[in-house]
C-alpha cells in the first residue's frame, strides 16, 4: 500500500515526512520508485495546501525556500570567486555567467571584485525575506504543543469524543481542525456580544 491521499495517510506520519524528508515512509514496501513516492508526496502536498485552514504555512515554506536558496548562492558564488583567484577555470566561470555576472571591459582581478561586491549586496535581499518570516512568527507565536495535545483539544472543542491520533488521517485532521476553529470562533463572537 502506497499513502497517495490525504484521505488515507495518517496526519502523524504526515508531519513525520514533512519533518524528515523520508519519502520512503509512504509505503510499506520499499519497492517503489522514487518517482512513484515523489509523486504521491506531491500529491498529498496539493491536497494538504488546498485544504489547510493555515494560510500562512504555504508563505513561511516558500520565504524559507528562498532565504535558503540565496544563502546557498551566496556561499556557491563566494566559493567560485575564491577559487577563481587562484586558477582560472572555466567551469567556474561559465557558473558565474549562469548567475548572471558576466566579465565586461574590466581585467579578470577587477570582475571577481565587482561579483564579490555584487555578491555580498544578496545579504540585503536574505534579511528582506527573513524580517518577512519573523513577522509571520511574531504575528502567530509558535508554541510548542505536541501532535496528540492538538488533536485531543479541538476534539473536545469540537465535541467529537475520543480520537486514536494515531490513526486519524490528515483528511479527519484537517476537517477536525477547521470545526474545532469555527466553534472556537462562534464562541469568541458570543462572548463579544
Request: charged content about 35%.
Amino acid at each position: 500500500m502506497i499513502y497517495d491521499s490525504i484521505d488515507v495517510i495518517p496526519a502523524k506520519l504526515f508531519f513525520k515526512v514533512l519533518e524528515t524528508g523520508k519519502l520512503s515512509l509512504l509505503s510499506a514496501k520499499n519497492e517503489l520508485s522514487k518517482e512513484k513516492l515523489a509523486q504521491a508526496w506531491s500529491n498529498i502536498i496539493d491536497e494538504y495546501e488546498s485544504q489547510d485552514p493555515d494560510k500562512d504555512s504555504k508563505k513561511r515554506l516558500q520565504l524559507s525556500t528562498q532565504i535558503e536558496v540565496y544563502k546557498s548562492r551566496m556561499k556557491l558564488v563566494s566559493y567560485a570567486v575564491s577559487a577563481l583567484r587562484i586558477i582560472k577555470d572555466e567551469e567556474l566561470i561559465e557558473l558565474l555567467k549562469s548567475y548572471k555576472y558576466k566579465q565586461t571591459n574590466e581585467s579578470f582581478n577587477d570582475f571577481l571584485d565587482r561579483v564579490e561586491r555584487e555578491n555580498s549586496n544578496e545579504k540585503v535581499r536574505i534579511s528582506k525575506y527573513e524580517a518577512q518570516l519573523e513577522q509571520l512568527e511574531i504575528d502567530e507565536p509558535n508554541e510548542n504543543t505536541s501532535f496528540d495535545e492538538v488533536v485531543i483539544s479541538f476534539s473536545v472543542i469540537a465535541g467529537t469524543g475520543f480520537i486514536d491520533t494515531n490513526k486519524i488521517t490528515l483528511s479527519q485532521y484537517l476537517a477536525l481542525i477547521k470545526v474545532g476553529s469555527q466553534k472556537i470562533k462562534a464562541l469568541e463572537e458570543d462572548v463579544e456580544r
